[in-house]
């Protein structure tokens, strides 16, 4: 019996490590990519972190169209709320339908 004991005991501590070190290496995989998406974000000029605009500093890339528009964070928000007060009106249409 006593043995056992012993063995649950020690695979009990061998779940318990793999499973801190697991999380620890999934927490600096984490980091990293939010390290690159930040740097990432520097790169394209953004304030890193924030994606306050969808400006780019850089106005002389061979990438952009001229005729691209630009929006702004506040744009970007109306906008998003635009597309919500659309949904819950498609909710409330489909709901009716099926009454």
Not at 21 to 41: D, V
Request: hydrophobic share 30%.
């Amino acid at each position: 019996m006593t043995a056992v004991l012993i063995l649950a005991t020690i695979f009990t501590f061998i779940i318990a490590v793999t499973y801190i070190s697991e999380k620890e290496k999934t927490k600096r995989q984490k980091m990293k990519i939010n390290a690159t998406l930040r740097s990432e974000e520097m790169a394209r000029g953004y304030r890193p972190g924030t994606y306050s605009s969808m400006e780019d500093i850089d106005e002389d890339s061979p990438s952009q169209n001229s005729g691209e528009r630009r929006m702004t964070r506040e744009e970007l928000e109306k906008g998003m709320a635009d597309l919500d007060e659309r949904l819950k009106n498609l909710d409330s249409i489909m709901k009716n339908k099926k009454n």
